[in-house]
């Protein structure tokens, strides 16, 4: 079970945290990700860490803003969100086991979180 929270309403240029606990099982050895829906648009890759999390990948619309980590002590993934955009407005689930690498497609997810909604005011 992967409990994400963190979401919430914040103007643009602010920042937010988001964190995902995983529980009933040890995730150390996958791969684990954010990815986000909007409305009414598919749900794409946000960021990935490796197992160790000493590698990371980005999407291109938030690669220098958003920085993702994770503690394998704690089984949990962060995404720490900075110079928010109107256009980051969506709904962030947390992600494991799935192909660590560029572009992961949202398909090849063996597990979501619920979901955390993050709005972006201009």
């Known amino acids: 079970q992967l409990q994400a929270s963190g979401g919430g309403l914040v103007q643009a240029g602010g920042s937010l945290r988001l964190s995902c606990a995983a529980s009933g099982r040890i995730f150390s050895w996958w791969a684990m990700g954010w990815f986000r829906q909007a409305p009414g648009k598919e749900r794409i890759f946000v960021a990935a860490?490796?197992?160790?999390?000493?590698?990371?990948y980005y999407a291109d619309s938030v690669k220098g803003r958003f920085t993702i980590s994770r503690d394998n002590a704690k089984n949990t993934v962060y995404l720490q969100m900075n110079s928010l955009k109107p256009e980051d407005t969506a709904v962030y689930y947390c992600a494991v086991d799935f192909p660590f690498g560029p572009e992961p497609l949202a398909t090849t997810v063996k597990s979501w979180g619920q979901g955390t909604l993050v709005t972006v005011s201009s």
């Open positions: 860490v490796n197992w160790n999390g000493g590698r990371t």
